[in-house]
């Protein structure tokens, strides 16, 4: 029997993002789940599995955020008697319930390692062994993944394993935040008003329009389980009275969370851009700084160069001083005498100042700077 899922919402990313799903709900890809705090990556999941072949079998949810890290393998592959201390009997785990059935993976940024490995082969063959046993088991089961986490971001830290999530993204729905899809806010705000009403045998009187230009309006940091929650203490705590303004400003100033509504987080964010994107400019500025003065430096050597400035680069960044003379030997000896890079920089930049007989103008055309930044730097090391 099909469980009634449904997913309210007609704003066009909801839309679009609805006849996805019902596309991928006829296969079996698997699927990761994007989006923030109660934005409904279970509701989501669901629904896939409503719509697909197997709606009649188990939809288990599982949160690898909310299990212990050494819990996790045998709660998802299960366990044999004996398997570890405390393991008094042979237990099924949630792949094996899952057959035939979806597996939901919740907060999968949060699987350990070790967990993710199994995980892997589970996805690529359905094949795994319960935690203290060789027999290996097979399983049938929809993979779906959510987080709330950048995934990249794990991935570039070493956190989340690289071949596991491309593996795992084959199709990858993004669910938008609740700011995001207009008016469907008020369509919500209406179901969740009706639920409310029943559950609670309540009749409520409304919301008035400047009352209905917050709910427009605020920005919903926790999503729809924010505005589930508020519309049901809204409807409680004032018994069904018709809802001002300032009746509402109220409640969401009881929640804490009313200072988004002054403080639009998106211009902070596009300040903190700013601010990161100045620094890597400056920072590549830099480093071509050091690379033409590192050219320079081996082009007045009568030695072949025998550290390219890429290489250069990369043993800097493992703060790995270099001394000059002993470019060629740093390739290959780990022992070199080792100096810092201000004070390969500082020696460059006086033995161009001596090969221009002083000129600092010439100096720094040779070193590939500006006269000001040779100044700067003279003054910096008191050259
Ligand atoms: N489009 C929707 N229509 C109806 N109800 C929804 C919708 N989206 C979310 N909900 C409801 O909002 C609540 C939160 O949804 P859900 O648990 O799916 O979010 P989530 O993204 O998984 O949250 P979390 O990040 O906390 O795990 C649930 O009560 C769910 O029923
Ligand atoms: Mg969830």
Known sequence: MRRNVTIIGQSPLITQLKQLALQVAETDIPVLIIGETGSGKEVLARFIHAHSKRAD??????????????????????????????????????????????IFLDEIGEMPLETQVKFLRVIETGEFQRVGSSEMIYSD???????????????????????????????????????????????????????????????????SPEATEILMRYPWPGNVRELKNLIESLLVLEKGNYITPEILEKHLVQRNRYKSLV??????????????????????????????????????????????????????SRREPVEPEQFGSVHEKESAVMHTLDDVEKKTISEAIESCQGNKRKAARLLGITERTLYRKIKAYGL
Do not use: W
């Open 57 to 102: 079998k188990s939809f288990i949810p599982v949160n690898c955020g909310a299990i212990p890290s050494g819990i996790l393998e045998s709660e998802l592959f299960g366990h044999e008697k004996g398997a570890f201390t405390g393991a008094v009997q042979s237990r099924k785990g949630y792949f094996e319930s899952a057959d035939r059935g979806t």
């Open 263 to 316: 403080h639009d987080p998106s211009k902070s964010e596009k300040h903190e851009m700013h601010v990161i994107y100045s620094n890597i400019l400056q920072l590549r500025q830099e480093v071509s700084e050091i690379r033409q003065m590192l050219q320079h430096l081996l082009h007045t050597r009568s030695q072949p160069p025998l550290l390219l400035p890429e290489a250069a680069e990369l043993s800097y």
């Open 141 to 207: 089961a929809r993979i779906i993944a959510a987080t709330n986490k950048n995934m990249y971001q794990a991935v570039a830290e070493k956190n989340f394993r690289e071949d596991l999530f491309y593996r795992l993204r084959s199709v990858e729905l993004q669910i938008p935040p609740l700011r995001e899809r207009g008016r469907d806010i008020l369509m919500l705000t209406e179901n969740f008003v009706h639920e409310s009403e029943r559950k609670h045998s309540i009749v409520f009187e409304g919301f």
